[in-house]
Each structure stands twice: as C-alpha cells, then as structure tokens.
C-alpha cells in the first residue's frame, strides 16, 4: 500500500490496486483516481461505510462527560475509569428498590480494589421518586447508606430526551431502563457485557458472577 498524492497516514488516504485498476479512497470516504465501473465504485463505496462503522461501534462506549454529584467538577467515564469494570445503575431516593443502594455500596467496597467500580445516575423519570436537588440526593446517600461510590448528576435515562450515553446503552443491549436501579455491566475493554433488570439485587448469583469474570477473578 502506497499513499496517494497529497494524502499521509494521518487521514488514512491511500492507494491500492484490485484487478491492476488503481484507486484512492480519502478518510471520508470519498473514491478517487479510479477507473472502475460505476457498479464497482458502489462496492467500494459500501465497504468503506461498513468498515466506518465498525470503527464507531468500536469506540469507547464510556465516551461522555458527567458532572458529579452536587459539584462542579465534570470528568469523562472513558479516561477517568479507563480499565475498570464498570457496572452503571440509574437511582432513587423513593423507590421501593432504594435498599439497593446498601447493595451497591457493599459491592463496591468489596471489589474496588480488584477493578470494580459502581458509577450511580440519579434520576427522576419513574414516577418522580427522585424528585430532591443534587445536595439533597448525596446527603441521603451518605447519610442514610454510606454511599462512597461515584455518584453524578441527575440524569434523563428514557425516551427520547434520554442523555445520550443512555441511549446508547440502549441500543447496544436493546434495553433501556423500565425503572429505577437497572444495571448495565461493562468490561475493562469498554464494551457492555450485560444488562439487568431492577429487581437484580447487587449480590444476585448470575450479576456476581459476571463481575468475577470480567474481573479475571
């Protein structure tokens, strides 16, 4: 493979040869320098899309910026738990699940350590049962539960206002939230494993032990 004129590694622009006929293809896709039939530049044409696409699929699915909790500080999943397995669970304060939360915790703490962690989502899109402010919301998570995993700001989870890295959970696992306290699991290479109802408990025998394997435990 040799570069075409006016193209470098960096934008992926090259040149290749099918059949002794010649052609280029930028990084946007776009066929160059070709004197193939129309029906061919079509194939071509696909297969740069489908390996587009592939390559997006591919990206980090942790990819988005949140808030924390009550705080001015935003981070970005992917670079903040980069090599974690991650286990996301939208939550609430009024919820008949909210005992979870004692769950969670304990989960946390006990595999932190070995590459776990617990990222929460509060959020108020199941009959209002997270209806406090942010200080609210982290106030009875330390005082009631002793919440010291990673807690970000209230978040849509559902439909189409969803925040995005919800939709795409979503539609990667082809299951978006029903209610309060589902589970989405995430491995160390930041593709999703699995998901779960609300009514999984933290310590349920098939959500442990997909934690343990994705922890190489």
């Not at 703490?109 to 962690?117: A, H, I, P, S, W």
Request: proline share 4%.
């Amino acid at each position: 493979m040799v570069f075409a004129p006016g193209c470098t590694a960096v934008t992926n622009c090259y040149v290749g040869t099918m059949d002794k006929v010649e052609f280029s293809v930028h990084s946007e896709g776009q066929i160059v320098n070709t004197n193939w039939s129309f029906p061919m530049r079509l194939l071509i044409g696909a297969l740069v899309l489908m390996t587009a696409n592939l390559a997006a699929a591919d990206s980090e699915l942790l990819d988005y910026d949140f808030r924390r909790l009550a705080s001015d500080e935003v981070v970005n999943l992917g670079a903040t738990y980069e090599g974690k397995v991650v286990l996301v669970v939208n939550t609430a304060s009024k919820c008949g699940l909210t005992r979870q939360y004692e769950g969670l915790e304990k989960l946390y703490g006990e595999y932190v350590d070995d590459g776990l962690v617990v990222l929460g989502f509060p959020s108020n899109d199941f009959m209002r049962q997270e209806p406090g402010t942010e200080e609210e919301i982290q106030e009875f998570c330390r005082l009631t539960y002793s919440v010291k995993f990673p807690m970000f700001e209230k978040t849509t989870v559902k439909g189409g206002d969803a925040h995005p890295f919800y939709a795409r959970l979503a539609n990667e696992s082809g299951t978006s939230p029903q209610w309060n306290f589902h589970k989405y699991l995430i491995g160390r290479d930041g593709k999703l494993i699995a998901e779960f109802s609300p009514r999984t408990e933290p310590y349920d025998d098939e959500l442990l032990s997909e934690i343990k394997t994705a922890l190489d435990m």
